[in-house]
């Protein structure tokens, strides 16, 4: 099933909500507020369990934050409507899930949404660290904020076998790796969409490492190609990146 009215009734509100802070800004917080509000209501509503509000809240605040920073408004406005797209997903993810707990698509929609949540707001975060004053510990307190329950809530629903204490461990371990990920690239010449990449490949090869080990998949073989793809991808974009003097 990939249709749901209500969902898309939701996602409708969350396009027009997304359309409201790219044309009014400056107007746009308690907007923002009451559709967190209404997205709370919903996610409990859809999905029978209110844990599932995370994924789709973060990926909403990561877009705000992000449209101002995209430059043409054309690709502001491709970036709305991927925005909702995943969106969606998220939301129908949730919805499947709720009806049966091991649906292995539900699982690789909420998968896909809560890293595009991760690559938004890290990308955000970052951009509005090069343009304003704000010191490198708060980019990372911030980093950290997302990166926690969004690891939490990968671990809860992909049903790792883990004790409730090894959950909060192994997602302390993923922030703790994203703040010295950001730490690092704050000595980069790069740009924010090629840090939030970087962070998102790397948190990506942390999170699978772990999710393979817990799920009795982890060979020789399989950590090899991690590792081949973590220094693979983060080679690539950073030779293809645009390269900034270094103030």
Not at 57 to 81: R, T
Not at 151 to 164: Q, R
Not at 217 to 244: D, E, P, Q
């Amino acid at each position: 099933m990939i249709w749901e009215f209500s969902i898309f009734l939701l996602t409708f509100f969350y396009f027009g909500v997304l359309w409201r802070a790219f044309s009014h800004p400056a107007n746009f917080l308690w907007e923002g507020i009451f559709f967190l509000f209404i997205l709370l209501v919903s996610a409990k509503w859809i999905s029978q369990k209110f844990f599932h509000f995370v994924t789709p809240a973060f990926l909403f605040i990561g877009s705000v934050l992000l449209l101002p920073l995209i430059d043409s408004p054309a690709e502001a406005k491709a970036f709305l409507v991927l925005s909702s797209g995943v969106f969606y997903l998220a939301m129908l993810g949730a919805y499947r899930l709720g009806k049966y707990k091991k649906d292995l698509t539900a699982k690789a929609m909420l998968n896909l949404a809560s890293f595009s949540a991760l690559f938004c707001y890290f990308s955000s975060v970052y951009g509005w660290y090069l343009n304003i004053a704000m010191p490198i510990w708060l980019v990372m307190v911030l980093f950290a904020f997302v990166s926690f329950p969004i690891s939490y809530i990968l671990v809860f629903f992909n049903e790792l076998k883990m004790s409730p204490n090894q959950k909060i461990l192994y997602s302390v371990f993923l922030s703790y790796l994203i703040v010295v990920v950001v730490w690092v690239q704050n000595f980069w010449p790069f740009g924010y969409l090629t840090t939030g990449v970087i962070a998102l490949i790397i948190f990506y090869s942390g999170w699978d490492i772990i999710r393979n080990y817990f799920l009795n998949k982890m060979t020789i073989k399989r950590l090899t190609f991690n590792l081949l793809f973590l220094l693979g991808t983060a080679s690539l974009v950073l030779i293809s990146a645009k390269w900034y003097p270094a103030i």
